[in-house]
């Protein structure tokens, strides 16, 4: 009985990998705001990563090693350290300066704040969604044919008062032009809200989640699955807006990156 338990526990821990035999790789080692980084470890992986101050999960692919994407916010540090098991890694930050855009919005009368932040909160809860499975593959596509009117991170004076760095693109657009899904995948919210108009949010998994606000009408509705390409709203000016347009997002782990990241570069 007691060399049964001996056994078994000696061929436990030969099952078991070492501790700290684990490698991390970045797909770049130096990174601006608003960058995205997949990040892949081999050898004896946990389940999860610290990626700055936060804690990404893993998931497994099928050559054996687990990863995540990560995104690089506009606030961040010159430095940010990976850690995964008993081995680190450190990513380089290097902060560009950010252009300035004033606009005014007249102002709209009889705004329900309260209704405004609860939606606004809802959101950023939506956005921050994280599900398993990997639904989309290779590169985004632009959702609108346009041209860029306000790029990614530029410093937002709205009506005199500092409204933050832009978080995602503005694309020029006629009212009704067809909003295409950057990528496949699955609607997790769509719904008319004060702020951001009618607006749309699609998970692509692992993190990775595309917004699309001030749609003048929807094509789809909560819970629908997307394809990429697929018409899923109409351009508009819905919400706080100065007029046509559609403003895309794209987050990853409730990171807002810059959309034009995934348009260029597929990272597998
Ligand atoms: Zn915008």
Redesign the pocket.
């Known amino acids: 009985m007691k060399l049964g338990f001996r056994l078994m526990a000696l061929s436990a821990f030969m099952l078991l990998p070492l501790a700290g035999t684990c490698s991390i790789t970045i797909s770049s080692s130096t990174v601006k705001p608003g960058d995205a980084v997949l990040i892949s470890v081999s050898g004896s992986a946990p389940t999860n990563l610290r990626f700055g101050g936060k804690t990404l999960p893993l998931f497994s692919y099928s050559d054996g090693t687990k990863k995540c994407f990560a995104g690089i916010s506009l606030d961040a540090n010159a430095s940010i350290q990976i850690s995964c098991g008993n081995e680190l890694a450190m990513l380089a930050v290097i902060a560009p300066v950010a252009g300035t855009e004033k606009l005014r919005i007249p102002a709209k009368e009889h705004v329900d704040e309260a209704k405004a932040a609860v939606e606004h909160d809802r959101i950023l809860k939506v956005i921050a969604t994280v599900s398993g499975e990997k639904l989309w593959s290779g590169k985004f596509d632009i959702p609108v044919p346009g041209v860029v009117k ?1 790029p990614f991170g530029v410093n937002r004076v709205v009506n005199g008062l500092p409204g933050g760095g ?5 694309l020029a657009g006629a009212a009704g032009d067809p909003v295409k899904s950057a990528a496949a995948g699955r609607v997790l919210y769509c719904e008319k809200t004060i702020a951001s108009g009618n607006s749309i949010v699609v998970d692509h998994g692992q993190g990775i989640v595309n917004v699309y ?2 749609l003048s009408s929807f094509n789809v509705k909560e819970g629908d699955i997307v394809e990429k390409g697929q018409v899923i709203g109409a351009v508009g000016s819905t919400g706080f807006s100065t007029g046509p ?1 559609l ?3 794209t987050y990853v782990f409730g990171v807002s990156v810059d959309p034009f990241i995934f348009v260029t570069k597929d990272f597998f």
């Open positions: 306000t832009h978080r995602g693109v503005d606000f001030h347009h403003h895309w997002g």
